[in-house]
């Protein structure tokens, strides 16, 4: 899974730098060229001789240094890179990558870099913990950087928690897992809804959901990461879609997400459907504001399209995934949602749970199924949510 790539190890000031001699080690073993760039911290821990030997490439360090052959050293190395892997990863230079500072050669690399990044932070359990940290560690996943969980046990400091660096052969197939995961969903076209629909009562007022879009947002960048053809059909929401996206549309209301997702339809081998779609819409639309008056107003609504229900209508052999926000006997009513729509899998959140549901990055889900088994995960980002429904939809796609 590595031979041939090329990969940029980033080694920073912990005690955990001399492990890194045998990840170098290791990762030349499975085929890579491996460069290494150390900060100056790390020098005073490992010789930079050590890992040009294993690695057998100079080691960089010096931003201003002459390059041998003209080139501007850390766009160059940033551009050539498949992976860049930062192990260990002090707290320090965490925080500096979460807030894109890039005062050497590391971080500016990393600032300039494409790469799929994989980060392994290694510290003593306080810091690790630190609410900051905590929040850098967030903000690099919600960047799209891997970050490797560190290990519990003793740690360098004399104490015990979490915060050891992992095992090198561990990180290894860490990083292979993910240099496998981009190209596991490619050929695959999958459509996605994300997002509330507002249902508009007049130019100002409208009936909408605290639907944030972040799962289908998520969604879109994880399949993306896989290798998928994604197109994303979006409600209003204040997330910029990923970049590479090949179709985005925007939309307001569920007659207008219907006609898009209707027209993507035949194109998609999946459809996933994240969107939380306002299931009635007023009768009347005014034209004009509607001023207020001493009497009672009364909004007559309809009943808006089951997008995803007329889908299962036709659903022919495409894989269709729904969800379910639920407050009240929430399997229950999965499981019924699952079957009235003809779905392959529904993912159902309880959103009455803490750290599941609306606005936040995390999410707890059931996975439902058409066979009857349910799966249950504990409290995760939504990013890896969004993993994990691909793996079992990939799974479903196999069958
Ligand atoms: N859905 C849809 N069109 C609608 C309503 C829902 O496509 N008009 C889709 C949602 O995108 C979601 C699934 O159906 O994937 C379940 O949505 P949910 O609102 O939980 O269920 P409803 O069928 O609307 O039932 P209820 O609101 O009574 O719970």
Redesign the pocket.
């Known amino acids: 899974m590595l031979k041939g790539k090329f990969i940029v190890l980033g080694v920073t000031g912990s005690i955990a730098a001399y492990k890194a001699c045998e990840l170098t080690r290791l990762l030349k073993k499975r085929g890579a060229s491996v460069q290494v760039v150390m900060t100056e911290s790390a020098c005073k821990f490992v010789a930079p001789l050590t890992f040009q030997i294993l690695s057998e490439n100079p080691v960089i360090k010096d931003m201003f240094k002459e390059p041998s052959h003209w080139e501007v050293e850390h766009v160059s190395l940033a551009d050539k890179a498949d992976f860049f892997v930062i192990a260990p990863c002090t707290a320090n230079i965490l925080a500096k990558l979460a807030s894109g500072i890039a005062d050497d050669m590391l971080t500016t690399t990393f600032l300039a870099t494409k790469a799929k990044k994989v980060i392994v932070p290694a510290m003593n359990v306080n810091m690790y913990e630190n609410p900051v940290t905590q929040r850098n560690i967030e903000i690099l996943k919600n960047y799209g950087c891997h970050i490797m969980e560190p290990e519990e046990g003793f740690l360098a400091c004399g104490k015990i928690g979490k915060g050891r660096f992992p095992d090198p052969e561990e990180i290894v197939e860490y990083i292979e897992k993910i240099a496998q995961m981009q190209e596991d969903l490619k050929g695959t076209k999958i459509l996605i809804?994300a997002g509330p629909t507002r249902e508009y009562i007049d130019p100002i007022r409208f009936i909408s959901n605290r639907s944030s879009g972040k799962m289908g947002y998520k969604l879109a960048e994880a399949a993306l990461e896989r290798g998928a053809e994604v197109a994303l059909i979006s409600g209003p929401v204040s997330l910029e879609p990923p970049p590479d996206l090949q179709i985005f549309h925007r939309v307001e209301t569920?007659v207008e997400?219907?006609k898009k997702?209707d027209e993507l339809f035949p194109w998609a081998d999946v459809v996933?459907?994240?969107?939380?779609?306002?299931?009635y819409r007023p009768k009347y639309r005014s034209e004009h504001k509607i001023k207020k008056s001493e009497e009672e107003v009364f909004i007559e609504l309809v009943?808006?399209?089951?997008?995803?229900?007329?889908?299962g209508e036709k659903k022919g052999d495409k894989i269709l995934?729904?969800?379910?926000?639920?407050t009240d006997i929430p399997e229950s009513?999965?499981r019924e949602?699952l079957l009235?729509?003809n779905?392959d899998m529904?993912?159902l959140n309880d959103v009455t749970k803490q750290g599941a549901g609306f606005e936040v990055d995390t999410n707890i889900v059931k996975i439902l199924y058409r066979d009857g088994r349910i799966e249950e995960f504990p409290l995760l980002s939504k990013k890896e949510v969004a993993h994990l429904i691909l793996d079992r939809i990939k799974a479903l796609l196999k069958c």
């Open positions: 809804t569920a997400m219907k997702v996933i459907k994240a969107a939380a779609v306002s299931d009943k808006n399209p089951d997008i995803l229900k007329e889908l995934v729904g969800f379910a926000a639920e009513n999965a949602k009235k729509k779905l529904i993912v």
